[in-house]
Nanobody, 124 residues
Framework: HVQLVESGGGSVQTGGSLRLSCVAS????????MAWFRQTPGKEREGVAA???????TYVESVKGRFTISQDNAKNTLYLQMNSLEPEDSAMYYC???????????????????WGQGTQVTVS
């Protein structure tokens, strides 16, 4: 049973930084993709950044140069370092995992099999 637990959200001023973490348990496959999505009320869940089991990364255009996705395999933890935060970055952030590294090529949230409960980020 795969579980994803996010942490690190909070309130920050414009221009500030936050680092989100997602601890994964119960996942043993070597071929996978992990990603961060975000969602605000009334809007579709939006892909932010993704990383696959080969270490390849991809970002949505609006966060390139400001956000960095990384993973620590020894700790089974996914990170999202967010710098130069803007009010438009305010959202609930979700960690997602799929058992297929080629999912990194898609921003469709429906293609990800496992989800965390989310952590709120507020930028003002």
């Amino acid at each position: 049973h795969v579980q994803l637990v996010e942490s690190g959200g909070g309130s920050v001023q414009t221009g500030g930084s936050l680092r989100l973490s997602c601890v994964a348990s119960g996942h043993t496959k070597d071929n996978y993709c992990m990603a961060w999505f975000r969602q605000t009320p009334g809007k579709e869940r939006e892909g932010v950044a993704a990383i696959d089991s080969d270490g390849r990364t991809t970002y949505v255009e609006s966060v390139k140069g400001r956000f960095t996705i990384s993973q620590d395999n020894a700790k089974n933890t996914l990170y999202l370092q967010m710098n130069s935060l803007e009010p438009e970055d305010s959202a609930m952030y979700y960690c997602a995992l799929d058992d297929n590294k080629f999912t990194i090529g898609s921003w469709y949230w429906q293609e990800y099999k496992h989800w965390g409960q989310g952590t709120q980020v507020t930028v003002s």
